[in-house]
């Protein structure tokens, strides 16, 4: 824990656990929001796009660190239970007009179960090995999404119109802002507070020592079932915002480049650390926005771009393992804590 | 018949070759626990390489070879040197992220440097096309599969019977133990990056000559998953036979995707059991 500032105390357990401690703190997140709300205002749509992208990158961001971050399971399957939400909505969308209001959580639903079934083989396999066989789910998801056509519209994938929610069509990105930025709020209160419930506290203990859970008492493989539960529902509500986002989805917009998308946007953020699932999806969303700016005023070819694109990926990955490991969630905490003692702080 | 029969010789040749490149992979985990994903790009940063040489600088092919060899045993030694000496002892997930990332770097660099336009790999083996009865082995076929089995003879005795090759068994098997007996394990683990480097060059030049040169190739990397699990990720000749299977199972179903779905089904089956 860090220091208080003086004058802070804690009386009783609630207010020791809170999730915003000083009044300092929570007038900077009321400001922080209030900035967002306006923000659709002001900005112009090139901006509120990529907030978009952020945004529904955060909420797939937090359900990779649920599972790997926070429950040490391995997992290159995101992107296909990315794709299984999308899917899900837009199938009961356009089939069978299902309204986004349910669409949306039944996608979430229906990766979970998906989730839960491919976290089966999670009680016989650990590690190194469960890593390859959600990687073999990845690959069967994207064979399955190019060859059944008649469920899944194959190649061509399945065009969706978008949400409305009480009679507004969230269509335009400034009023998808406000729906993304609901979503947002609720993924993340959600995630910070399962992890003071008892829930998020096994998976933290099955992440550091699965066997001494097990003795404490926790039953290890019903709870990493309900973390892959959770992580992929979280994945699908990621997809089904997607699908709504961009109103047409095939099967090349979840390959497993996708997945390491993810996992990169937790390393880089910081494993298990809810706000550095937030760093690492604005990090992993923005540098190649910036990298595309760059290109346009350098003058390179094309081309090139998305090759540069992955080769500055491939260095930033890097250097994140070998200089800040633990992401740049630790970096920010590094930074607070500079202030907060500063000028003594050395 | 016929046909089946061909495509059968095809897959042991091609089988021959995932051999080799599983060789690389193989002998990297053995040696580090680590799961190479950059092997594949490897392969390809090894083909186009002698490509180069042979094509635009106009190297005699065995002098080029040589080139390749020394090319990408100092990038092996690179890579050792600045990635995965920080990592010891770190969690799998940064060593696998590591790969990944070295996987990108390389795929895009590659990329810039040789664009995507595929090659053709100029003639430098003597001709020679086999005919076995009603299927035709053509030459690069051919020398594909004798270069395949050659390295591999060649590696199996070199551990069996050379110095260094039985220290690599031994740090393969128990570092500790190596170390007390004093193997330098560090020396052993560079020298491993760079076997599984040179045969990746070898695998990727065999390669590109029978299917012509392209960044695409980096697919076979990805290949490398069933044939290693299903031999087992630590197991020599298990990868060797696990190759071959491959290789026959994916042409004889033809097709590229088939490949990677047999590959997913098999791994979840042996994974489970």
């Known amino acids: 824990m860090s220091h208080w500032p003086v004058g802070i105390y804690k009386t009783n357990y609630s207010s020791d656990e809170a999730i915003f401690h000083t009044k300092f703190v929570k007038s900077w997140v009321i400001l922080f929001l209030v900035f967002l709300i306006v923000l659709p205002l002001i900005a112009n749509d090139y901006i509120l796009y990529v907030s978009n992208l952020i945004g529904i990158s955060i909420i797939g961001a937090i359900g990779m660190n649920i599972l790997t971050g926070f429950t040490g399971l391995i997992s290159l399957g995101h992107a296909a239970f990315i794709g299984i939400g999308a899917y899900t909505s837009a199938i009961l969308s356009t089939k069978l007009g299902v309204p986004f209001f349910i669409a949306l959580p039944a996608a979430g639903l229906i990766s979970a179960i998906s989730g839960m079934i491919i976290g089966i083989p999670s009680l016989r396999v650990k590690g190194l090995y469960l890593l390859i066989a959600t990687l073999a789910f990845q690959i069967i998801f994207e064979y399955f999404l190019f060859h059944s056509t008649p469920l899944t519209g194959g190649p061509q994938g399945i065009g969706i119109k978008s949400a409305t929610l009480f009679g507004i069509s969230f269509s335009s990105e400034g009023s998808f802002f406000y729906l993304n930025l609901v979503m947002v709020v609720l993924s993340l209160l959600f995630a910070k507070n399962l992890f003071r419930t008892n829930i998020g506290r096994s998976f933290i203990a099955i992440r550091d020592r699965d066997i001494a859970a097990e003795i404490v008492g926790i039953n290890v493989f019903k709870t990493k079932l309900i973390a892959f539960g959770l992580s992929s529902f979280y994945a699908g509500i990621t997809g089904s915002l997607w699908a709504y986002h961009v109103n047409s989805i095939s099967p090349e917009h979840f390959p497993l480049w996708l997945s390491i998308r993810y996992i990169a946007m937790i390393i880089i953020g910081g494993l298990g650390s809810i706000i550095g699932s ?21 003058d390179i070819n094309p081309g090139i771009l998305s090759s540069l694109q992955q080769m500055v990926f491939g260095i930033l990955i890097i250097v994140f393992l070998i200089v800040e490991p633990d992401g740049l969630a630790e970096l920010w905490k590094r930074i607070k804590e500079y202030w907060k003692l500063w000028p003594y702080s050395y | 018949m016929d046909y089946f029969l061909q495509l059968f010789s095809t897959g042991i040749i091609i089988g021959g070759l995932y051999a080799m490149i599983a060789l690389g992979f193989v002998l990297i985990f053995k040696a580090t626990g680590v799961l190479n994903f950059a092997q594949g790009p490897m392969v390809v940063m090894g083909a186009f390489i002698a490509w180069t040489s042979v094509a635009l600088w106009k190297i005699p092919f065995f002098l080029a070879i040589l080139l390749t060899f020394l090319l ?51 003639t430098v083996f003597p001709k020679i096309t086999l005919f076995l009865g009603p299927v035709i082995i053509p030459t690069t076929h051919f020398w594909g599969f004798v270069g395949g089995i050659l390295s591999v003879i060649f590696f199996a005795l070199f551990f069996r019977f050379s110095r260094i090759g039985i220290a690599m068994r031994a740090v393969a098997e128990n570092q500790q133990a190596a170390m007390s007996m004093g193997v330098s394990v560090k020396k052993i683990i560079r020298i491993s990056w760079a076997i599984s480097a040179i045969v990746a060059a070898v695998g990727g030049v065999l390669f590109a000559n029978i299917s012509g040169l392209s ?59």
């Open chain 1, 278 to 298: 937030v760093f690492g999806a604005i990090f992993v969303i923005v540098i190649p926005e910036i990298l595309s700016v760059f290109a346009s005023f350098v």
């Open chain 2, 72 to 122: 990408v045993v100092i990038f092996a030694f690179l890579v050792e040197r600045i990635v995965l000496r920080p990592l010891i002892g770190r969690s799998i997930i940064a060593t696998i992220m590591l790969t990944l990332g070295l996987y990108y770097i390389l795929e895009g660099g590659i990329h810039i440097l040789w664009g995507s336009d595929v090659r053709i790999f100029p």
């Open chain 2, 215 to 273: 960044p695409r190739m980096s697919e076979i990397g990805l290949m490398m998953f069933p044939v290693v699990i299903l031999g087992g990720l630590d197991s020599v000749p298990g990868a060797i036979v696990g190759a071959f299977l491959i290789g026959i199972i994916e042409n004889m179903a033809g097709g590229t995707s088939i490949h990677l779905l047999a590959g997913g089904p098999k791994m979840f089956y042996l994974l489970l059991y």
